[in-house]
């Protein structure tokens, strides 16, 4: 949350302005500050202006003791992040599998520890159904992919690592033939290769690490399944559970049975889709209202020094 009360204090003292800019609190981290409620009055006192990401988030500033006019509510700048990019690994992967007639293709995104074997549990099910399905596994952390990597191996999976893939090369289709997992065991790749997805399953959220972002799948307008840990995006993942933009599940098997639902129901898919863009899209405008506010603040700190150097 980065509320330091000694630096906030030195700002105040040095004669600078503090705003928080997309400013939250989790439910853990207002429970712990409300323990401190006289000491945390003092600390936001040393802060100008908060903008808060949500009208809940407003509340709970408020609650802790910040003057009710420096609290506004101003949105979630993730919203405005900018597009993905397809780029050039997905085009080539994109064309691969069309040609091959690869399909249905999920997604299991920015997974954590724990999860893949979940993840597969519910693949068996869709690939059951599909032989020609595609799973692609993009664990979260680098460091994971070498362990990933080997839990495939254990569980028997016939699995092709993207740093195995020339991008360029027109073999392509033969590298992912007799693979029913690609790996992407890379960086900076998987925003576009949302759109390649028919689902997408945002990870890190099947286990207790509170959930991943949702909206880059969004741009794409892609159907969106998550698990019931999604803590650390909890606004984002109920705008979108109330738009109807995504499916919360509960378990693996939940999972498996979901998937093959919106596999199996393109309507379904398809709205699902389209109700994530269209949420997306209607939240966006946090930085413009941020910076308004910014600009409001200076601009009322520069009349007041001007009227006191007028009167000196």
Known sequence: TELWPNLLRAAREAGARTILINARLSDRSFRGYGVFK???RQVLADVDLICAQTPRDAERFRGL????DSVLVSGNLKFDARPPELGEFARCLGKALGESGRHPVLVA????????PLVLQAWERIR?????ALLILAPRHPERFEEVARG???????FVRRTALNAQDAALNTQLAAAEVLLLDTIGE???VFELADVVFMGGSLVPTGGHNVLEPAFWSKAIVFGPHMENFRDIARLFLEAEAAVQIRSADELGKTILKLVEDSALRLRLGANAKQSLDQQRGATARTLKHIRELLDAEVSANRATTETR
Request: glycine share 14%; net charge positive; aromatic share 6%.
């Open 65 to 68: 003791g910040a003057r009710a």
């Open 152 to 158: 495939l191996n254990t569980a028997g999976r016939k």
């Open 38 to 40: 006289s000491f945390m």
């Open 109 to 116: 995104a920015s997974t954590m520890a724990g999860e893949e």
């Open 190 to 192: 998987l925003a576009g």
């Open 128 to 132: 059951t159904q599909y032989p020609s």
